[in-house]
C-alpha cells in the first residue's frame, strides 16, 4: 500500500495516467539505464518528443549515481514513446572538464525551432543553460547564466517583441543561509543577452511550502493569462530515512500559477492547494528520493486537455490529465 502522507492531497482537478503508472521508466530504455525522470516534453513537427534525464549507476557508498545523460523519446500520442537507440547528450559528450553534468531539461518550440534548457553542473557552481536543436542529435548552445541559477524554461512565443524565461537563482548568502529560494523572470531580445531581471513568486507565498520554488514546465497560454507549473519543497526535520538515501526531509510538490499575459513579470493567480502531491506508490515508496514529484512538462490539446509529466522520486516518469479552464479555476488573485 502506498504511504498516505495526510497533510498534502493532490487537487481533484488532476487525474493520473494508469493509477500512477510510469510512462517511462528504465525498461524501456535500449542503453545502459536506472532513473529515468525530470523530462521536458512539447510537441514538435506532429509528433510528441520527450527528451529525459537518466541517472545510472549508483554508488551506494557515496549515496550517489555516477553518470547522467539526457535521452530522447518519441510518441504520437504523448502515452506511449519509442526511445532513440543511444543517448541524446552528456556532459561528457561536450567535452568541456569544466561541465560535470547536464541535466533537468526543459523543451519549448518557439517559432518552430526546438529549444532546451536544462541545468549545467560545472566546477564553479551550476548554472541555466539554453540551447538548440533541429535534428536531436547535434546541439548549440546560446546561453548559459551565472552561477547559481538553475530550473530555466522558456515561453512558447515573444511578449512585446521579445523572449521570456522563468529561473530559479539560489541566492544562499543573501536569504539567510539556508534554502528560500524564489521563482524569477528575465526578458531577451535574441536569447543570448538576459536582464529586466524581476521576482515573480516568493517562497513564503506557496502556503505548503517552506524551503525553495522553482518553475516546472514551459507556460501555456490561455486567455486569462499564463498558466505555469511549478515546483515547491516543504522540509520537516523529522522525516528519516525515505528512499535509498539515509535521510531525506523534502517533499516536492506541483503547484499552479497565472501570469499577466502582457506583462508575464506579473503574477495574477496561484492555487493556494497542490496541484499534485506525493500519494502513489511510486511517488512516495519505490524511488530513489522519495515524495518528489517534478513537472517538467505541460501540453494544451485542442480539446483542452492538458498532460502534465512529472518525474516521481527521481526515479520514473510519469503523466497526470486536467482540463485547462479547471487549473485557471483554481488560480485566484494573489
Ligand atoms: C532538485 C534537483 C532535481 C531533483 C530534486 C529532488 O534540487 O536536483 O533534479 O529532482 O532536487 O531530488
Request: with cysteine; net charge negative; charged share 25%.
Amino acid at each position: 500500500m502506498p504511504k498516505m502522507l495526510p497533510e498534502l492531497h493532490s487537487s481533484p482537478a488532476v487525474r493520473r495516467w494508469n493509477n500512477g503508472a510510469p510512462v517511462l521508466s528504465k525498461e524501456h530504455i535500449p542503453y545502459e539505464a536506472e532513473c529515468i525522470f525530470n523530462a521536458g516534453v512539447a510537441k514538435y513537427q506532429g509528433r510528441y518528443v520527450m527528451i529525459f534525464r537518466n541517472d545510472y549507476r549508483y554508488d551506494a557508498a557515496r549515496h550517489g549515481f555516477g553518470f547522467c545523460n539526457l535521452g530522447i523519446a518519441f510518441s504520437r500520442d504523448g502515452i506511449h514513446w519509442e526511445v532513440e537507440k543511444r543517448p541524446f547528450f552528456s556532459a561528457e559528450r561536450l567535452g568541456d572538464p569544466e561541465i560535470t553534468r547536464i541535466y533537468d531539461p526543459r523543451v519549448t518550440v518557439i517559432d518552430g525551432i526546438c529549444y532546451v534548457c536544462f541545468a549545467v553542473d560545472t566546477k564553479h557552481g551550476v548554472r541555466g543553460g539554453i540551447a538548440m536543436t533541429d535534428d536531436f542529435e547535434h546541439i548549440r548552445f546560446l546561453s548559459l547564466s551565472a552561477p547559481d541559477n538553475r530550473n530555466m524554461v522558456l515561453f512558447p512565443e515573444k511578449i512585446g517583441g521579445r523572449y521570456w524565461r522563468l529561473e530559479r537563482p539560489f541566492p544562499v548568502y543573501s536569504r539567510g543561509g539556508v534554502d528560500r529560494f524564489d521563482m524569477w523572470i528575465s526578458a531577451s531580445p535574441d536569447l543570448r543577452y538576459w536582464g529586466d531581471t524581476d521576482l515573480v513568486l516568493a517562497v513564503e507565498d506557496v502556503p505548503w511550502a517552506n524551503d525553495k520554488i522553482g518553475p516546472g514546465a514551459p507556460p501555456v497560454k490561455t486567455g486569462k493569462g499564463w498558466l505555469v507549473l511549478f515546483h515547491a519543497v516543504d522540509r520537516d526535520r523529522s522525516r528519516g530515512k525515505n528512499g535509498w538515501e539515509p535521510v531525506w526531509q523534502k517533499r516536492y510538490c506541483a503547484g499552479v500559477m497565472l501570469l499577466d499575459l502582457e506583462n508575464p513579470a506579473k503574477t495574477i493567480g496561484l492555487s493556494r492547494e497542490p496541484l499534485l502531491a506525493p500519494e502513489t506508490a511510486w511517488e512516495c515508496d519505490e524511488g530513489f528520493r522519495t515524495n518528489t514529484i517534478f513537472p517538467g512538462g505541460l501540453i494544451a490539446e485542442d480539446s483542452g486537455e492538458l498532460k502534465i509529466y512529472y518525474g516521481a522520486s527521481d526515479t520514473v516518469e510519469c503523466l497526470a490529465f486536467a482540463d485547462i479552464n479547471e487549473l485557471v479555476e483554481l488560480c485566484k488573485p494573489l
